[in-house]
Nanobody, 124 residues
Framework: QVQLVESGGGLVQAGGSLRLSCVAS????????MGWFRQAPGKEREFVAA???????YYADSVKGRFTISRDNAKKTVFLQMNSLNPEDTAVYYC??????????????????WGQGTQVTVSS
């Protein structure tokens, strides 16, 4: 089955940037829809961004214009470039795979596999 491993989180000051990576083990990675979700303390896990198997991209309104999702199928990796970070972006960020259908969905229950998460902390 699919295993996902996130990396790239850390501490950054407001206005700074981070680039998250998620490496997948699946043999048919190029057919998966991939997503990024985040969960802050005391909050529900929320949709951040997603990318389809043909690289169409989708973003939550809160991150449009600041975050960019991309994928490298040869490396079985999905990225999240985060710019202009603010304290409201502080959360554990999770990558997820939707293996049955290569079309993204903002509902976390539509995704089959999840990574362990990587902490992003933005200081003011």
């Amino acid at each position: 089955q699919v295993q996902l491993v996130e990396s790239g989180g850390g501490l950054v000051q407001a206005g700074g940037s981070l680039r998250l990576s998620c490496v997948a083990s699946g043999r048919t990675f190029s057919s998966y829809a991939m997503g990024w979700f985040r969960q802050a303390p005391g909050k529900e896990r929320e949709f951040v961004a997603a990318i389809s198997w043909i690289t169409n991209t989708y973003y939550a309104d809160s991150v449009k214009g600041r975050f960019t999702i991309s994928r490298d199928n040869a490396k079985k990796t999905v990225f999240l470039q985060m710019n202009s970070l603010n304290p409201e972006d502080t959360a554990v960020y999770y990558c997820a795979a939707r293996t049955g259908v290569g079309v993204p969905n903002p509902n976390r229950h539509e995704y089959d596999y999840w990574g362990q998460g990587t902490q992003v902390t933005v200081s003011s």
